[in-house]
């Protein structure tokens, strides 16, 4: 059974900071997908991930997958206050198939 | 449409009572996917959609749960019975694979709340 895991669940940092959330998953795959969620909102797709080495950027935010190490990351450069969400990251084994996702990364970013 | 609509966007109901939650996915969209989300929880999968035909629904959590999609398209997922733990965000995801991925696009939930 595929299994999904982020950490850290919860993250509070300061405007300017950069970090990093990472998601495992249990079995192998090639397809990472990370989503993000506002408060009372649904989810939005920010990046897909299709290949071991595959980077993607937006903004403030980078993703990259490590298919040998079942890794993703999502790194967040000098955050600012409007990237306060969920974060989810989201496996799925076969293509077409169901997405499998992690339980989300809570990031709050204070002034 | 432009996105996937659910309906409704907040249902409450009491224990026992039988629901009715409706998606209509993005047109063109060949596959359907139900998710439910619990508070401070990612979603979890119930049942997916290819077509008309329910591809995987080993989600569903038992088998007062049931989905359809008649015609290919809109959706209606129905609980029987509900229980308080049925409580939760239920949402819709259409997707159009391709370029070998499987984006979901979500609508925006129904609120379930069993009392």
């Known amino acids: 059974e595929l299994k999904v895991e982020q950490n850290p669940l919860f993250l509070s940092m300061q405007e300017g900071k950069n970090y990093t959330i990472y998601c495992n998953y249990s079995?192998?795959?090639?397809?990472l997908y990370w989503y993000r969620q506002d408060p009372g909102k649904s989810l939005e797709s920010l990046f897909v991930?299709?290949?071991?080495?595959a980077v993607k950027q937006e903004g403030r935010l980078m993703a990259s997958l490590d298919t040998k190490a079942r890794l993703s990351t999502l790194h967040i450069t000098a955050a600012v206050h409007d990237l306060s969400a969920t974060y989810f990251c989201a496996v799925d084994l076969e293509y077409g198939n169901k997405l499998v996702f992690g339980a989300g990364t809570i990031l709050r970013v204070k002034s | 449409g432009a996105g996937v609509s659910q309906t409704p966007s907040n249902k409450v109901t009491e224990k026992g009572k039988y629901v009715e939650l409706r998606c209509d996915p993005i047109?063109?969209?060949?596959?359907l996917y139900w998710y439910r989300q619990s508070l401070g929880q990612g979603p979890e999968f119930l049942i997916y959609?290819?077509?008309?035909?329910?591809?995987?629904d080993s989600g569903l959590p038992n088998d007062r749960f049931f989905a359809v999609r008649p015609e290919g398209s809109v959706s209606t997922l129905k609980i029987q019975r509900t229980e308080r733990g049925d409580s939760a965000v239920y949402l819709c995801?259409?997707?159009?694979?391709?370029?070998?991925?499987?984006?979901?696009?979500f609508g925006a939930g129904s609120r379930l709340t069993v009392l």
């Open positions: 959609f290819q077509g008309t035909g329910a591809a995987d």
């Open positions: 047109s063109g969209h060949t596959a």
């Open positions: 991930l299709l290949s071991n080495g």
């Open positions: 079995t192998t795959s090639d397809r």
């Open positions: 995801a259409s997707s159009s694979v391709t370029s070998g991925a499987n984006v979901l696009t």
